[in-house]
């Protein structure tokens, strides 16, 4: 039963004799359901049952087209069309399906890259154990320091990232902190971001900034890595036979996306863009550039420096499209599979057994270096505890004892 409320001319409750209006905050709807637009508590009372609020938007013709705010739900139809609806609602549902089966989707996903080489080297077992021992001890050797060096500049240049949002995390502790990545980007690169970013706020979780600020901090360094490579896209036209047009339109995607950045970068009022600050000054931007620049050509020099050791006659621009291939894989759930599978994909025309020997070979450097590399980070954390705990302990020898 719906509530009485005086018309006007009638005396009520809220005016005497013919001055009475209906109040402002309560009323009929369009759709014959009675609505309070300010107070939710007013009509519970009186009818026994919560009306939902509602705010009715000026801009929409139809009177059905409501817009819901706090505490309410969303009635009217949709301004969306359903096949739109449909696919963000199957989007989300592989989103949350990746997200719970990760592990599995990874292990699947090594396990059929490592067929798919298995099958393409069948016949070609003699081929590939003699590419393999073509390499000397010293070449992997170089390779190995060359990786370090790739994982020093890039943490240095994450370092930066982090200090102009504010975060004032010493230097050998956000070291040892991007070490991690190193042992969960073997299966899958995003889970080694993730890591090094979780592993930096359990160490220090007061000195560094939040979630949202890690993460925008490696956009930056992703903007540039970025550039680089769709500046050098054009390697991969011969190999993968795109179009020629395919690379001026990544390049001009690309640039747009760093505008956005550096314009974002300039808005301070949420937490996420300050992890873009570094943008804002030219020195800051110019050091993230000269580290990335340092790293990306380290790996190049890593794996032009292979291919020729293995007998595969690659010039610099192929080592170029094997590490950009490379990038491009470890963004898939491939596995340790990808380096040997980006070198077949990009020079298995000059022969599939030494191409696949190389990309192995950039996978075993890679993760010697890292594990170099992590290993120095975890000593590095050994000495530090009992160096502390020594200082702990001098300490309380040296207090006295209370009487």
Not at 26 to 51: A, E, H, I, N, Q
């Amino acid at each position: 039963m719906r509530p009485r409320v005086p018309r006007r001319g009638q005396p009520g409750r809220w005016g005497r004799g013919g001055t009475h209006r209906t109040p402002k905050h309560v009323g009929w709807g369009p759709s014959g359901r009675w609505f309070k637009f300010s107070r939710p508590d007013y009509l519970s009372r009186s009818c026994g049952r919560p009306v939902p609020s509602l705010r009715w938007a000026p801009s929409v013709r139809r009177p059905e087209a409501a817009v819901s705010i706090a505490g309410s739900k969303p009635i009217g139809p949709s301004s969306r069309p359903r096949g739109w609806s449909r696919l963000a609602e199957l989007t989300a549902r592989l989103r949350d399906l990746g997200r719970r089966h990760r592990t599995l989707i990874t292990v699947l996903g090594s396990l059929a890259t490592a067929a798919v080489l298995v099958f393409l080297l069948a016949g070609r077992r003699h081929e590939f154990g003699d590419a393999l021992s073509e390499a000397a001890l010293g070449v992997l050797a170089v390779a190995a320091l060359l990786q370090i060096v790739a994982l020093l500049a890039r943490s240095e240049a994450w370092h930066l990232t982090i200090g102009a949002a504010g975060g004032t995390v010493g230097r050998r502790v956000l070291y040892r902190a991007s070490s991690v990545q190193v042992l969960g980007g073997m299966l899958n690169g995003q889970l080694g971001v993730a890591a090094r970013i979780a592993a930096l706020r359990h160490s220090s979780p007061a000195v560094s900034p939040q979630v949202p600020t890690l993460i925008a901090a490696e956009f930056p360094i992703l903007a540039v890595e970025g550039i680089l490579a769709a500046l050098a896209s054009f390697t991969l036209v011969g190999p993968l036979g795109l179009p020629w047009w395919l690379p001026i339109i990544g390049i001009a995607m690309i640039v747009t996306v760093s505008a956005g950045l550096r314009h974002l970068a300039l808005r301070k009022a949420r937490e996420l863009w300050k992890g873009l600050a570094v943008l804002r000054s030219l020195r800051g931007g110019s050091l993230v550039i000269g580290f990335v620049l340092v790293a990306v050509f380290a790996q190049i020099f890593r794996n032009w420096l292979l291919l020729h050791a293995v007998g595969v006659d690659a010039s610099f621009f192929d080592a170029v499209a094997v590490l950009i291939a490379v990038s491009t894989l470890m963004q898939l759930p491939v596995g340790p599979g990808a380096g040997a599978a980006a070198a077949v994909l990009i020079l298995g025309s000059d022969g599939v057994a030494a191409a696949a020997a190389a990309g192995v070979l950039m996978t075993v450097t890679g993760t010697v270096g890292g594990l170099c590399f992590a290993a120095w980070a975890g000593a590095d954390k050994l000495w530090s505890v009992s160096r502390w705990g020594a200082v702990r302990r001098r300490a309380r020898i040296r207090a006295p004892r209370p009487r």
